[in-house]
């Protein structure tokens, strides 16, 4: 197979018979250089340029909404758009060379005393560079966010300076400012991440894999009624894996159903162990939103719970049934219909709308730890409890507050009429057999809180 470079050369040669012009190296120059739409600079021109001598900034500036844009106006006068900035940002820059560096991204180098000065000064290109653009006689309104990174510097994660640009463009996008540094701490390992992942499907068959159960305290009962199983991992050389970063990482990789049967599996075998010792308790299971729309997973756990004769509840959120509420609904139902019981987890947190409420018929609703925290202190966080917990009895739900930490917010909610309550004051998540511990033996059935 040809080189790229071999073929390139063989594309610029004169036709047959013609003498090769002197300028044959340096069109193939010109083209390795630059950008064939815009006739800007390319990647590879702003490398040089930073990697030329004393450490300077790479600048990379990125349109926003570039691809809807795109989609809005063609191909061809986006590469216009495109050119139009480019110059703009090179005159700005006393004739700076501008490259384009990805699709919607163009780039150069900057010289300046200190990394505050060089994000002050690429937000104020910014700011310059972003007037409407006349295109065709019609103005198209455009906005740039601009990612900074100092050539000079070692970072063995991401070594090079335009990538390390090109990364705190997103990073500047995702906390809404207008040009922002590469910053090594919020990009993390991901390196590590990808490692993390395909360990993920081992330690569920070799053991690192466990759960923790959080007692939940019925008020009319007055005992503990029902637990949540709480997975933890613990990698051999990482130690505790929060929960927090192995679903979220789960569910994007597609490994959450594996996860979640193996949860369901060893929360009805500790439910029967349970039930051994004693106590017959509801157990919760957390169930990610995205299995909502997985039938097959809805068949493996009415099969479970068909085999087992276990008392399951599943906590869910909300975003799964917002984005296929079809497909959700019916499963839902097929769950209700096996007896398992739904629950309608950190209640609060997220959009909450009055629509989920409508569509889902849940038995409980569990109000986010963020509101049950403030109970203390916050009239506000109070009256909107009271409210949710008033809601949610009209509709026939139950209602759990989680993150009770204190004996005042426990009272109060007592006096609100809430059914149930969670939180480190009853309970911290703990093994099965400290648990079981303190459940106390037979006799003691309901554990008592203050
Ligand atoms: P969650 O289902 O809302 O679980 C409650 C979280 O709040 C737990 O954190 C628990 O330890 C913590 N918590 C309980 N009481 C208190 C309190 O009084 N104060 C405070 N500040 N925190 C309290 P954890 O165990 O780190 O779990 C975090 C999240 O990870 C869970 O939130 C749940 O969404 C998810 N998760 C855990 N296990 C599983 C699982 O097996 N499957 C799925 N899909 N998600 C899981
Ligand atoms: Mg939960
Ligand atoms: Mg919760």
Redesign the pocket.
């Known amino acids: 197979m040809r080189s790229p470079l071999a073929y390139l050369s063989a594309l610029l040669s004169p036709a047959p018979g013609r003498p090769a012009p002197h300028d044959h190296d340096a069109r193939l120059a010109h083209m390795a250089l630059h950008d064939q739409e815009t006739g800007l600079g390319n990647r590879l021109s702003l490398e040089r340029l930073a990697a030329g001598g004393e450490p300077v900034y790479v600048i990379l500036f990125g349109i926003d909404r570039f691809e809807i844009l795109r989609s809005a106006i063609g191909y061809d006068s986006m590469a216009s758009l495109l050119t139009t900035v480019g110059h703009r940002l090179s005159g700005l820059c006393g004739g700076e060379r501008v490259a384009r560096v990805g699709a919607g991204i163009l780039g150069l180098v900057l010289h300046a005393d200190d990394d505050h000065q060089a994000v002050q000064t690429a937000a104020r290109l910014c700011e310059a560079a972003q007037a409407p653009i006349i295109l065709n006689g019609a103005p198209v309104d455009i906005s740039l966010t601009a990612g900074l990174a100092r050539t000079g510097l070692s970072n063995r994660a991401v070594p090079s300076p335009v990538d390390r640009a090109s990364i705190a463009v997103d990073q500047a996008r995702a906390a809404h400012r207008r040009a922002m540094g590469f910053d090594a701490e919020r990009y993390g390992d991901p390196a590590g991440n990808l490692s993390l992942i395909s360990e993920l499907m081992a330690a569920l068959g070799n053991g690192e894999f466990s759960?923790?159960y959080?007692p939940k305290y019925d008020f009319r009962a007055e005992a503990v009624t029902a637990v949540?199983?709480?997975?933890?991992w613990t990698h051999p050389r990482r130690g505790c894996v929060?929960?927090?970063v192995f679903?979220a990482m789960?569910?994007e990789t597609g490994h959450?159903r594996p996860?979640?049967e193996w949860?369901i599996h060893q929360a009805i075998r500790d439910q029967a162990e349970l039930a051994r010792a004693g106590h017959s308790l509801t157990m919760s299971?957390?169930?990610?939103g995205r299995?909502l729309s997985d039938e097959s997973f809805a068949d493996f756990a009415l099969a479970a719970v068909k085999a087992s004769g276990a008392r399951l509840c599943f906590?869910i959120?909300e975003t799964a049934v917002v984005a296929n509420p079809d497909v959700a609904l019916h499963i839902l139902e097929r769950f209700a219909e096996a007896g398992i019981s739904v629950s309608l987890?950190?209640y609060g947190s997220g959009l909450s709308s009055l629509t989920y409420l409508k569509q889902i018929r849940a038995d409980e609703l569990?109000i986010?730890?963020s509101f049950?925290?403030g109970l203390d202190d916050s009239a506000r966080d109070a009256l909107l409890v009271k409210s949710t917990i008033d809601l949610a009895h009209g509709l026939g739900m139950k209602v759990t507050a989680?993150?009770?930490?204190t004996p005042t917010a426990l009272a109060l909610l007592r006096g609100m009429g809430c059914d149930m309550a969670?939180?480190?004051?009853i309970g911290?998540?703990v093994s099965l057999s400290d648990l079981v511990e303190r459940l106390g033996g037979p006799a003691r059935k309901a554990t008592s809180v203050a």
């Open positions: 759960l923790n959080q949540e199983a709480l997975a933890r929060s929960p927090d679903v789960a569910e959450i996860l979640t949860v299971v957390n169930v990610s299995l906590e959120t987890d950190d569990k986010d730890k049950v925290l989680e993150g009770v930490e969670q939180g480190y004051l911290r998540p």
